[in-house]
């Protein structure tokens, strides 16, 4: 069997086939990724893509969460740009890679249009981050050291396969939608901190449900599309570090059982750091002006993510480890409230971003876990000293974090777009998603009454 067959086969996966330890998983990041998509709707990034949604791609098939309709593709691409409008979706944790953003809008789509139930929906959602789970990882770290943003390429798979998983493809025109989405693949990290960084998980999303109703059609591509000297793999990975094996045969466990929320709106590798720190001003009390020195110390990696040390605006403060500490110090946590053009550039947080200096260290805490590690020192101005690390993403499997955050951050996300009384709507509706005979019902309560 070749990668590409691998995919398909992937792909037309029945849900009673999918092991049951991956039911849970994918609810709760259906839950997590359609809050912080409601929230990107009104987020100016969210407004940018409506627009232009309105005007190229306007319809009524499809659900623009916490919006109105759109056609097919213009929902993907403007779901998934919700998605990840504020940077606070899911991140597997063995791989810098967003897979919700890209897979959820398409399989949404996807399952609108083909009158799909909510089993159908999940069972697709399951396949697609797994299709990105397992080509992410074919290709990663080289792919991803090169510059490429593998929520963007790698996640097309992602949202190809789930597309394909919901509009029954054969397996001949599964492999042809591979084919046409992979040469749609792209995204650059340069762009970080930038409005196009969540136009990425869009395109993918976009471009993998595109693939999947032009294959419909019958329009062709190559059906070997990850294999060979000039296959996907080889191509993405030009220090020819392509491994197939996790394709061809998976991982230990299966991608949403990997799959870590985010408990700040910002780029993961600042959150060990963030909640160390949190912890550090809880614990003793501390308020902003009594803390004159502040020292984080990260894994090397985190150096070519962190570029923005004095932010100008809040796109630029997510991939800011001064301002993200600087906001948990002068607020005691940091959400959405937090990452605003206006707090970022209050003189109150100016003040406190003054006092935070970076170091980093070679592997810290070991090369695992994508180096998501911290160690966080604060000094008062009574001279006391107190310091606290973090060795793993919190939120993530292995450094798990209380229910009763997530539900606060659903409840943050999606009140201020939908009301008071739309979270837990929602959430009634989600918990019974996979007896449900249509996904109309939950698409009518994302929208605005």
């Avoid at 299709?131 to 990882?137: D, I, N, Q």
């Avoid at 650059?188 to 993918?204: D, I, Q, V």
């Avoid at 040390?309 to 409230?337: H, M, W, Y």
Wanted: negative net charge.
């Amino acid at each position: 069997m070749s990668a590409t067959d691998a995919l398909v086969a992937l792909s037309a996966t029945p849900f009673d086939e999918l092991p049951t330890e991956t039911h849970e998983p994918a609810l709760a990041s259906i839950r997590d990724v359609l809050g912080v998509a409601i929230y990107g709707a009104s987020h100016p990034v969210g407004d940018r893509i409506a627009s232009y949604v309105a005007s190229a791609a306007p319809g009524e098939g499809a659900t623009l969460l916490g919006r109105g309709t759109a056609s097919a593709p213009g929902a993907a691409l403007a779901n998934g740009c919700f998605a990840h409008a504020i940077d606070y979706d899911d991140t597997f944790e063995s791989m810098v890679l967003h897979p919700s953003a890209p897979v959820f809008p398409a399989a949404l789509a996807a399952a609108e249009a083909t009158a799909a139930s909510g089993r159908a929906l999940v069972g697709a959602y399951i396949v697609g981050v797994e299709a990105a789970y397992r080509v992410g990882h074919s290709i990663y770290p080289s792919h991803y050291d090169q510059g490429w943003h593998l929520t963007g390429t790698a996640g097309t798979f992602g949202a190809t396969a789930a597309a394909a998983a919901l509009h029954g493809l054969s397996a001949t025109e599964t492999a042809h939608a591979f084919g046409i989405a992979a040469s749609g693949s792209s995204a650059l990290k340069k762009n970080f901190g930038s409005m196009t960084k969540p136009l990425h998980p869009g395109h993918a999303a976009q471009t993998g449900l595109r693939a999947v109703l032009l294959a419909a059609q019958g329009f062709t591509a190559d059906p070997e599309i990850m294999d060979g000297s000039m296959g996907y793999g080889m191509v993405m990975s030009p220090d020819g570090s392509y491994d197939p094996t996790p394709v061809l045969e998976g991982r230990e466990h299966w991608g949403v059982c990997d799959l870590g929320f985010k408990p700040y709106p910002s780029g993961v590798i600042s959150h060990a750091a963030m909640e160390a720190t949190r912890r550090l001003v809880a614990t003793h009390e501390l308020t902003p002006d009594e803390v004159t020195d502040v020292t984080v110390t990260l894994d090397e990696a985190a150096s070519e993510m962190l570029i923005h040390a004095t932010p100008e605006n809040e796109l630029q403060a997510k991939f800011s480890i001064e301002f993200c500490l600087a906001a948990v110090l002068r607020a005691g946590d940091a959400g959405v409230a937090q990452f605003t053009d206006e707090y970022v550039t209050a003189p109150a947080t100016r003040a406190i971003i003054e006092r935070v200096e970076r170091a980093f260290e070679p592997s810290l805490f070991g090369e695992e876990f994508a180096g998501y590690g911290a160690r966080v020192s604060l000094e008062t101005a009574a001279g006391e000293q107190y310091s606290a690390e973090e060795r793993r993403a919190p939120g993530s499997p292995s450094n798990p974090l209380p229910g009763a955050r997530w539900e606060a951050k659903f409840a943050d996300c999606v009140s201020p777009v939908l009301g008071e009384e739309a979270p837990d709507r929602l959430l009634r509706i989600l918990d019974g998603l996979l007896e449900a005979d249509s996904v109309a019902p939950l698409c009518a309560a994302t929208r605005p009454a």
